[in-house]
């Protein structure tokens, strides 16, 4: 047996971290990296704040009104037949003249309540008294402040909008709008490099070689990482040597805030990247007590340290790779953005399968939601293999069973939405 092989054996009996104690382990041991950028509103999504963000004027801005109809003082209203004469025509974007009490203005949609008005009929509740005289009739009486959207009703000038540390969604987006906000101050985007090993792999385009495969971990991860906002490098199929694989380390974590490679990291004579991490920094986890992504690895690639180029080593299997990214790279990012990562949010859902055999690790199985008459059922996708990419297309999400559980029919157990992997 070579030394590497003995320790490989070693290290294949060692203890599987579940994810549960992994993760906080993980999280408490990032920085958060400095820097930031001012950025058009408008180019800012997925980044996240620097600041708390106040109102710098009040959403809507004046008093205005919800609907087509006329702007009146409800107190002039008496009965269920007041006449009143019709004195002004508010469009929105216009302004309208005072009234006097007695006194109505025809009023659009989103046109400020001209002073002396306190609500708004709608038009289907007023007639003219003959057509085309300036006299109404209104059918149904309003109460103060009826139909009238008040100023601040959406957004109180002085509030805060958005804590530091907030990621920007496109909604985010229309409300910074609506404040008239142009720019905002964000953190830097991170700089992420990313690995994809294997002699096997190759890109896209040209017609595929004997005995090799499509890169499938480069195009899906990439898009992953753009999606969270940030700046990504790619070094594609670096080979299975430890020569190349220290080189190709070595130049991504000069570049990077943060290193992720896919492959070579379990315990075969072709897996070298936990050897090059070792010689560049150190390997603090491996192996995790979970399925798929058992032979996951986290550590350290030179930086200093305040500031260590992050490591994450995910398996070759696209689903491993997929599901350890979700589950742990993707909080680890945003803690590095300076956001706050919330749990993946999941709800109970029956089991319709059931599974006699116990595993020690917990596993994410790649599933179907349907309804039926208890509620929601989930059903595992039949090619559990964590080979199968196209099983994360077709999946609604995850079910997740706990380590060491059999599964009953009509069980309940917690499944994971696949958005919250995905933005
Ligand atoms: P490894 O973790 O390097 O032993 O790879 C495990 C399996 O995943 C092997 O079948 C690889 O061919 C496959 N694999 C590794 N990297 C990729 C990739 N980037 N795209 C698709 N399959 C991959
Ligand atoms: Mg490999």
Not at 360 to 384: F, M, T, V
């Amino acid at each position: 047996m070579t030394p590497k092989e003995q320790n490989n054996a070693i290290n294949s009996n060692q203890e599987l971290t579940p994810l549960e104690s992994a993760l906080p382990t993980i999280l408490d041991s990032l920085h958060v990296v400095p820097g930031s950028d001012v950025l058009p509103v408008s180019s800012a999504l997925g980044r996240v704040t620097t600041k708390d963000l106040l109102a710098p004027i009040s959403v809507p801005p004046f008093d205005n009104s919800a609907m087509d109809g006329y702007a009146v003082c409800a107190a002039d209203l008496t009965g269920s037949s007041t006449l009143l004469p019709v004195k002004d025509r508010i469009p929105a974007g216009g302004i309208g003249q005072k009234l006097s009490r007695g006194e109505s203005a025809r009023i659009f949609t989103g046109a400020p309540m001209p002073m002396g008005s306190d609500a708004v009929v709608m038009q289907e509740n007023c007639e003219f008294v003959k057509p085309g005289e300036s006299l109404i009739r209104i059918l149904q009486s309003v109460k103060a402040g009826e139909n009238v959207r008040k100023v601040g009703n959406d957004i109180c000038r002085g509030s805060c909008l958005f804590r530091a540390g907030h990621r920007i969604k496109s909604t985010d987006i229309g409300v910074l709008a609506s404040l008239g906000i142009e720019n905002i101050e964000v953190k830097r985007k991170l700089n992420v490099s990313l690995l994809t090993t294997g002699n096997e792999l190759q890109p896209p385009g040209d017609s595929l070689a004997t005995g090799k495969i499509y890169d499938t971990n480069m195009a899906m991860l990439s898009s992953m990482l753009s999606e969270l906002g940030c700046s990504v490098t790619a070094h594609h199929a670096v080979a299975d040597t430890f020569g190349e694989t220290l080189a190709v380390f070595e130049e991504a974590a000069a570049e990077s805030d943060c290193v992720i490679s896919t492959g070579g990291v379990s315990v075969g004579e072709e897996d070298h990247v936990r050897d090059v991490v070792n010689s560049l920094g150190a390997i603090d986890l491996w192996k995790l007590a979970l399925k798929p992504g058992k032979p996951f690895a986290f550590g350290r690639i030179g930086g200093d340290d305040f500031l260590p180029k992050i490591f994450f080593g995910l398996p070759g299997n696209p689903v491993s790779a997929f599901v350890t990214f979700g589950l742990i790279v993707r909080p680890s990012l945003f803690v590095m953005m300076g956001c706050k990562p919330k749990a993946p949010v999941s709800f109970k859902v029956a089991a319709d399968f059931e599974r006699i055999d116990v595993l020690g690790r917990e596993e994410y199985l790649r599933a179907r939601l349907d309804s039926s008459s208890k509620g929601a059922i989930a059903r595992p996708l039949k090619n559990q293999s964590s080979g199968v990419a196209v099983s994360l297309s077709e999946a609604d999400g995850f079910i997740v069973v706990p380590s060491l559980t059999k599964v009953n029919y009509g069980d309940y157990l917690s499944f994971i939405p696949m958005s919250e992997f995905l933005y």
